[in-house]
């Protein structure tokens, strides 16, 4: 069930290990301290304590281990909190996982790989009423949308393939010189990079850009 109650909007994090959950719950309730954030290990549990959740944040690496098979728990939350925001992080590589993902209700897959700012981004976008990914769609139609829709973001925004590195690299939270660095580019060229794409986006800042190019990114099997 979703937060009916008019009380503070709720973040439910299921995961087995406790550093991991009280980790991701201590840097939510710091970032975003409007919203009240759970940590729970198993679904039970969850369920036990009435299943409340406006965004529900499972990791899936973490519950492959306690007894659900893929994403039957990521599809269990999604059955009790039909309304609810669902973010799924994951080793996630293949265009089969995604879907199936997708297919059980998800709303957007995070890498493992990714920072903790690409969750606090997903969870900002969702609250505005975002989506992380176009397609809702369950099987394999859902991958091939999902990559059809990432293109076409990709043609509509009308970046270089250096910018779109650079934004890449944005969403990890890279320093300017890091990412001159890492690109092998002037620290200049990264700035000049960085004001046209803030121009191509329409953005006035980093945050800006990170949503709006939040899922261009996501992994897939091409």
């Known amino acids: ?108 897959i995070i890498p493992t790989s990714s920072s903790i700012d690409a969750i606090l981004l997903a969870v900002k976008l969702l609250r505005r009423g975002g989506q992380l990914v176009s397609s809702r769609q369950p099987s394999a139609s859902a991958a091939e949308n999902y990559k059809k829709s990432k293109r076409s973001r990709l043609a509509g925004v009308n970046l270089t393939p250096a910018q779109l590195r650079i934004v890449r690299e944005m969403q990890k939270g890279s320093s300017n010189r890091k990412i001159a660095s890492d690109l092998s580019m002037s620290e200049n060229t990264v700035k000049v990079h960085i004001r046209h794409i803030f121009q191509r986006l329409n953005a006035n800042n980093r945050t800006e850009v990170v949503l709006k190019t939040h899922n261009f990114f996501t992994p897939l099997v091409e």
Request: glycine content about 10%.
């Open 1 to 108: 069930m979703t937060n009916d109650t008019g009380d503070m909007p709720h973040i439910t994090i299921l995961a087995e290990k406790l550093l991991f959950r009280q980790c991701l719950q201590a840097c939510l309730s710091h970032a975003i301290p409007d919203m009240d954030v759970s940590g729970y290990s198993t679904l039970d549990e969850w369920i036990n304590t009435g299943g409340m959740a406006d965004i529900i944040i499972v990791i899936q690496s973490e519950i492959r281990n306690i007894g659900t098979t893929s994403f039957e728990a990521t599809g269990k939350m999604r059955s009790l909190a039909p309304s609810g925001q669902v973010i799924v992080i994951s080793d996630v590589g293949s265009a089969q996982e995604i879907s199936e993902a997708l297919g059980v209700g998800a709303n957007g």
